[in-house]
């Protein structure tokens, strides 16, 4: 069995990490994987893939993944591949029209990321989905709250089995082994507190509350932003007019996330919504205290374990810090449970459920 992963890029992200993570892994099964990417710009994701040697990565160009002259780029794979697994929007929509214009056989998968987004409160747009979805043989959503929410917005029912859940995993032994950073290699101060959030500069992320926390923190408080994205500009913005360039850096993209989840003290993932996030996972992962904003997405995994604080509240977050900071049997029990609960992502069992769904497939 051929299968190909189709995405837009491999830049940062949850879903190009998930696939970075997973795709060495299915290779080592029977069948054959390859990844298409709209948008082949050299990134840290990129490269980790291709020396990996584990299999062949197609790339449609270096332009906009926007651009509807992509779907006639993937007409062609359509021909040569038992199985499309498709991630992110607007690959979702190219590969269904490539599918709808070829009259292609080929079975469609398509994994829904995220409990929400910007399609959904246009009706015009709405409309355009239900067509969308109908060319896929099955969609797999990462979690209930996300197929609740998809199944909803489709106004469809499960009844034909069309819907499946299969959780997002990481590879849990990778990140016990990493190893911590010495702190002096970020910041001078020896008393050095340090925080991290590894996100994308974009909606629906909220880095500006994170930062206004930190100034309300003292000064030996530091944090760590990893990613970026078209947000980021407004965030330095932000850091510039609080006084803060001395208190946080930016790190841009970086393969080395681990070790840098090792090297803080708290964990940190401030976002208006989210599907199952891998990086708070991650975070959750690092045997460090982990604390996330209150929203779908997040609430389901860290409720009991982790902190919440409600969306854009950053004087909550900075007394949660506090807390934490304060009192050392409360932080090692947060960060204890935090490290149980990551635990039940185990990468294995997401490859084994998408194996057996693939092969269901086939038979059909």
């Known amino acids: 069995m051929k299968v190909l992963h189709i995405i837009n890029n491999l830049s940062i992200g949850g879903a190009e990490k998930l696939l970075i993570e997973s795709i060495p892994l299915y290779s080592k099964s ?11 710009k050299k990134t840290p994701f990129l490269d980790q893939l ?3 040697k584990s299999i062949k990565i197609y790339s449609l160009g270096n332009n906009s993944v926007y651009n509807p002259l992509m779907i006639f780029k993937i007409i062609p794979f359509l021909k040569k591949y038992d199985i499309i697994h498709v991630h992110l929007f607007p ?7 490539a599918k709808i214009i070829s009259f292609s056989s080929t079975k469609l998968i398509y994994t829904e990321h995220s409990t929400s987004n910007r399609r959904r409160d246009s009706f015009l747009f709405s409309f355009i989905d239900k067509i969308v979805y109908q060319q896929y043989e099955f969609v797999v959503a990462i979690t209930d709250e996300v197929l609740l929410n998809l199944t909803k917005h489709l106004n469809w ?3 034909n089995n069309k819907f499946q859940v299969i959780q997002n995993g990481l590879n849990l032994e990778e990140i016990k082994n990493a190893k911590p950073y010495k702190k002096t290699l970020f910041f001078a101060d020896k008393e050095v ?3 991290i959030q590894v996100a994308r500069f974009s909606e629906p992320k909220d880095q500006k509350t994170v930062i206004n926390a930190v100034a309300l923190l003292p000064t030996n408080f530091k944090l760590i932003f990893v990613g970026d994205g078209p947000l980021k500009s407004e965030a330095e913005t932000l850091v510039s007019e609080l006084n803060l360039q001395e208190s946080i850096l930016f790190l841009g993209v970086r393969t080395d996330v681990l070790s840098l989840l090792k090297t803080a003290d708290f964990v940190i993932l401030s976002s208006k919504y989210e599907g199952l996030s891998l990086s708070c996972i991650e975070g959750m992962a ?3 205290p982990f604390i996330a904003s209150n929203v779908p997405g997040l609430k389901e995994v860290v409720e009991g374990r982790g902190l919440l604080f409600e969306t854009g509240d950053f004087k909550a977050l900075s007394n949660q810090i506090k807390m934490l900071t304060d009192n050392k049997k409360f932080y090692d029990e947060i960060a ?3 490290l149980q609960k990551a635990k039940q992502y185990d990468i294995t069992t997401m490859i ?5 769904l693939y092969e269901s497939i086939r038979k059909t």
């Open 336 to 338: 204890n449970s935090c």
């Open 352 to 356: 084994t459920q998408y194996i057996n």
């Open 50 to 52: 291709k020396e990996t």
């Open 91 to 97: 690959s979702l929509y190219w590969v269904a029209f």
């Open 157 to 159: 029912t499960n009844n």
């Open 30 to 40: 029977q069948h054959a994987f390859d990844i298409v990417v709209l948008n082949g």
């Open 286 to 288: 690092s045997g460090k």
């Open 193 to 195: 507190k340090i925080l």
